[in-house]
């Protein structure tokens, strides 16, 4: 196999492994970013927790997994992808194997920090990965990523529904731990692209794409985008089960149609980017997106509110990874160090969105808590448009400086 930098083009098997790799390390987010809600019953009666210990953990994750969002960007830019991959998918392989050990409190805790730290660095890793190794095509290989974070997500609850009455939830949770160790494999088989910088992490320049408005405008886009994602995604059952009658099943069922319409919307989006552009791609999206939330906040029948639970899939479906897509081409030397920043700013918008809506739910009713999804979609929207006049800027340099 060819050697391959950051300078050069991979071969077309040299680029098929790296991608296959990262699509299973992707698929493994999927899986860390269920797990612990499709587990949280079992573990519950195994070691007695009440609900606020529950709660914490998936705060003690989350924090875990926001300081290695900051922290992953300047380590790979440094020193590289290899490595770090190799040592996260460990990381998550052995918080499963002590999820499935664990029988106190402070050893689950542990477990989903470790969790949350080996799966951030998955994340921000796979994404960095696939945006550097075919940059013509950066778009539709981050939407064709980000389709595996779907089916990851979806395989755990899966798994548990089939195998947890007879298996127990110990040789689930094994299951997984064997299954992350798969990327960890492939990891160590493929040759990976040089570092960009392995005499020096080069601070002034970093420090100028940091300051740079464009990685900003992106970083927003995605802070109301992931409060999108987490909102809809962790809301909407309930919602369609409260304001319009449907059984537990029949709203699971929407959410199902609604994370099927995403990966469904990823993969026809990895088709057409190269036919419109990475801008007009999440322009679409947003406008698709807004009309979904409109239709499930005001609508007062239920079919069209089922059918705007998928349609809004449908439109979230290309705006995180095709924006990812815009900050790569943006920042190619210091890919990582761009994602790190655009990921915190995204944890914080998926961390608050849900948290307001559920407050605006408790003060007032649900279906206003869902105004802020509303809110979110025009402000996309809006920054899209704004992104896509920039960039049509004379040598993109009338509103923001070139990366230095």
């Known amino acids: 196999m060819a050697k391959i930098g950051h300078e050069s083009k991979p071969g077309s ?18 899986i860390v970013m269920a797990v612990l809600g499709a587990v949280l019953p079992e573990l519950t009666d195994k070691i007695q927790l009440n609900k606020a210990e529950a709660g914490n953990l998936f705060l003690y994750m989350n924090f875990a997994m926001l300081v290695m969002s900051l922290l992953f960007g300047p380590v790979v830019d440094r020193f590289g992808f290899k490595s770090f991959l190799i040592f996260c998918s460990l990381l998550v392989a052995v918080s499963f194997a002590v999820f499935s050990q664990a029988d106190s409190y402070s050893m689950v805790v542990l477990a989903a920090a470790v969790l949350g730290f080996g ?6 890793g796979t994404n960095a990965l696939t945006s550097d190794i075919r940059p013509e095509k950066r778009g539709s290989a981050l939407n064709l990523l980000g389709i595996f974070f779907g089916f990851g997500a979806l395989f755990i609850p899966f798994l548990i529904g089939t195998l947890l009455s007879k298996a127990g939830v110990s040789s689930v949770l094994l299951l997984a731990a064997f299954i992350s160790l798969v990327p960890f494999i492939l990891f160590l088989i493929f040759k990976f692209p040089r570092p960009k910088h392995p005499q020096g992490f080069p601070i002034k320049q970093a420090a100028n794409v940091i300051r740079n408005p464009m990685l900003w405008l992106c970083s927003l886009l995605l802070f109301f985008q992931s409060g999108n994602e987490f909102t809809v995604g962790g809301w909407i059952s309930t919602y369609l089960h409260e304001y319009f009658g449907y059984t537990a099943a029949a709203a699971s069922i929407f959410l199902a149609g609604y994370w099927g319409a995403i990966m469904t919307g990823r993969l026809v989006s990895s088709r057409i980017i190269a036919f419109f552009g990475n801008e007009k791609v999440i322009i679409f999206a947003s406008i698709l997106s807004l009309s979904a939330a409109v239709l499930i906040r005001f609508s007062s029948d239920r079919i069209l509110s089922g059918a705007g639970a998928v349609l809004i899939g449908l439109g979230f479906a290309a705006v995180f990874p095709t924006t990812l897509a815009v900050i790569g081409e943006s920042f190619p030397e210091f890919t990582g160090t761009a994602f790190s920043v655009a990921f915190v700013v995204a944890l914080a918008g998926g961390m608050t969105s849900p948290w307001i809506t559920g ?7 649900l279906k206003q808590g869902f105004s802020l999804p509303v809110f979110n979609c025009a402000m996309i929207l809006i920054i899209s448009l704004f992104i896509l006049r920039s960039k049509r800027s004379k040598e993109n340099g009338i509103l923001f400086s070139k990366e230095s």
């Open 119 to 124: 799966g951030g660095g998955l994340n921000g």
């Open 359 to 365: 407050k605006i739910a408790h003060a007032y009713t």
């Open 13 to 30: 098997g040299a680029y098929a492994g790296l991608l296959v790799s990262a699509c299973g390390g992707m698929f493994v987010f999927g």
